[in-house]
């Protein structure tokens, strides 16, 4: 298996415009958890799927932050608009359900700069 | 609230000599308890998960304690390489809270050829 794949590896944008993070999980994975991972703050969860559906979205910081999984095989994490402090490094993350009860397997990341 | 800590921060051995990784919960209700590597600028790859109702989990040269009374677990990597230098994290899911894994801050390993 190839592994958690995210896309793009590294974004570099301005303040003001759209990002957009793309996840692929491992396949016969059915819980899907996106993170972001600052100095200061360090590992955060944002936003957890179980079966293509959000279980908990209480990590994510504003409204500005969005995520959808329309599949088994596909999830995004949106930042409209983007501000500096959103700069991070978000890793997605796959796992058997039930969320927390099985190893989590973790992408490569994603590093944001926002200018 | 579970809380999940590691100290020391960091730390530094010559090569050859044996690890000792600290992690404490606050919380001892837990499923299980994990350990990470992460690699300056990768991801994160999970090394061991011991479940609530086991002491200790080994996988080659790491061992896992686990004691949920003391809200503790210790890894062990035994004769130390420089290829184990690295950022180590373990994390607990909280049950009250639909167990969401908490991290520890993480020890950054440095071992010395």
């Known amino acids: 298996d190839a592994g958690v794949i995210q896309s793009p590896r590294h974004e570099v944008t301005e303040m003001g415009q759209e990002v957009t993070l793309r996840c692929k999980p491992i396949s016969g994975h059915n819980s899907l958890f996106w993170y972001r991972q600052t100095m200061m703050r360090g590992l955060e969860l944002l936003i957890y799927f179980n079966n293509n559906v959000p279980i908990d979205d209480s990590g994510m910081p504003e409204d500005r932050f969005s995520a959808k999984m329309p599949n088994a095989s596909f999830s995004t994490l949106k930042i409209q608009p983007s501000e500096p402090r959103d700069s991070a490094v978000y890793f997605c993350a796959s796992s058997l359900a039930p969320a927390g009860r099985n190893e989590q397997f973790f992408g490569p990341g994603t590093r944001l700069t926002v200018l | 609230k579970q809380e999940v800590t590691q100290i020391p921060a960091a730390l530094s051995v010559p090569e050859g000599e044996n690890l000792v990784l600290n992690c404490s919960f606050t919380d001892s209700a837990i499923y299980n308890l994990q350990w990470f590597r992460q690699d300056p600028g990768k991801g994160l790859t999970s090394l061991l998960l011991?479940?609530?109702?086991?002491r200790e989990q080994t996988s080659g040269r790491l061992n896992a304690s686990l004691d949920k009374s003391s809200g503790r677990s210790t890894l062990y990597i035994a004769a130390s390489q420089p290829g184990d230098s690295a950022t180590y994290l373990c994390?607990?899911?909280?049950?009250?809270?639909?167990?969401?894994?908490?991290f520890g801050g993480g020890t950054r390993v440095l071992v010395k050829p």
């Open positions: 994390a607990s899911p909280i049950k009250a809270a639909g167990n969401k894994l908490t």
């Open positions: 011991i479940q609530s109702s086991q």
